[in-house]
T-cell receptor, first 116, second 116 residues
Framework: AQTVTQSQPEMSVQEAETVTLSCTYDTSESDYYLFWYKQPPSRQMILVIRQEAYKQQNATENRFSVNFQKAAKSFSLKISDSQLGDAAMYFC?????????????FGTGTRLKVLA | DTGVSQNPRHKITKRGQNVTFRCDPISEHNRLYWYRQTLGQGPEFLTYFQNEAQLEKSRLLSDRFSAERPKGSFSTLEIQRTEQGDSAMYLCASNSLKGTGGNEQFFGPGTRLTVL
C-alpha cells in the first residue's frame, strides 16, 4: 500500500522569503501523480501544483515549484517570495495511475506560518 | 463559478443519532469522492462514485456509514447511530475523467460533525 509522509508538522517563514516543505512517499508503482494542496483556515482545499511521475521536469506554478526526486521518492514544495496569504495547511497527496483507483492518499500536512 | 458545495457546514448531534450530509459536485463532473479529516490529520478516503455507481469503499466505511448518488448528480453520506469517534470534517470532492492534468479533484468546504 502507498503511504505519504510529511515530517514537518509546522514551518514558519518570513514574508518575502523562501520556504521548502518536505514530502516523501512509498510506492512500488512506476506511474502516478503527486499533488500539493493548500487548505486555508476554514476554507476549502485548493490545488497548488501537480507532478506526473513520468515527467522528469519539475513542475512550476508562479511562485510555487517542486523538487521531484523519483528514485528517492521525495516531492518537496518550494514557495518563493512568501506572502501572508500563503499561510495555510499544506497537504501532499499521491494518486495511483495503474491500479484503477482514483483516490488520493494524503500526508498529515504541514502548517505554514508567514511572519510579517 | 459554482464549485463543490456541501450542506450543512456544521452539524452537532448527540451520540446515537443519525446524520446525513449532502454534496453537490461541479455539474459536469462524473466522479465524486468522500473523505474524512480528523484534527491534525490529512484527509482519508472513504468512498467514490462514478456517475451513480459506487466503485470503491474504504475499510474506514463501517456498516453504520452509507453513501448514495442516486441520479449521478448530488451525493449523500449518512451515518447511523453516531459515535464520538465519528467527529470529524467530512470532505467531498469531484472531478471528471475527461481532460488532462492528472484529473485534479476539486474539494468542497466540508461538513464539520461534532458528536456529543
Amino acid at each position: 500500500a502507498q503511504t505519504v509522509t510529511q515530517s514537518q508538522p509546522e514551518m514558519s517563514v518570513q514574508e518575502a522569503e523562501t520556504v521548502t516543505l518536505s514530502c516523501t512517499y512509498d510506492t512500488s508503482e512506476s506511474d502516478y501523480y503527486l499533488f500539493w494542496y493548500k487548505q486555508p483556515p476554514s476554507r476549502q482545499m485548493i490545488l497548488v501544483i501537480r507532478q506526473e511521475a513520468y515527467k522528469q521536469q519539475n513542475a512550476t506554478e508562479n511562485r510555487f515549484s517542486v523538487n521531484f526526486q523519483k528514485a528517492a521518492k521525495s516531492f518537496s514544495l518550494k514557495i518563493s517570495d512568501s506572502q501572508l496569504g500563503d499561510a495555510a495547511m499544506y497537504f501532499c497527496a499521491y494518486r495511483s495511475v495503474l491500479s484503477g483507483t482514483y483516490k488520493y492518499i494524503f500526508g498529515t500536512g504541514t502548517r505554514l506560518k508567514v511572519l510579517a | 463559478d459554482t464549485g463543490v458545495s456541501q450542506n450543512p457546514r456544521h452539524k452537532i448531534t448527540k451520540r446515537g443519532q443519525n446524520v446525513t450530509f449532502r454534496c453537490d459536485p461541479i455539474s459536469e463532473h462524473n466522479r465524486l469522492y468522500w473523505y474524512r479529516q480528523t484534527l491534525g490529520q490529512g484527509p482519508e478516503f472513504l468512498t467514490y462514485f462514478q456517475n451513480e455507481a459506487q466503485l470503491e469503499k474504504s475499510r474506514l466505511l463501517s456498516d453504520r456509514f452509507s453513501a448514495e448518488r442516486p441520479k449521478g448528480s448530488f451525493s449523500t453520506l449518512e451515518i447511523q447511530r453516531t459515535e464520538q469517534g465519528d467527529s470529524a470534517m467530512y470532505l467531498c470532492a469531484s472531478n471528471s475523467l475527461k481532460g488532462t492534468g492528472g484529473n485534479e479533484q476539486f474539494f468542497g468546504p466540508g461538513t464539520r460533525l461534532t458528536v456529543l
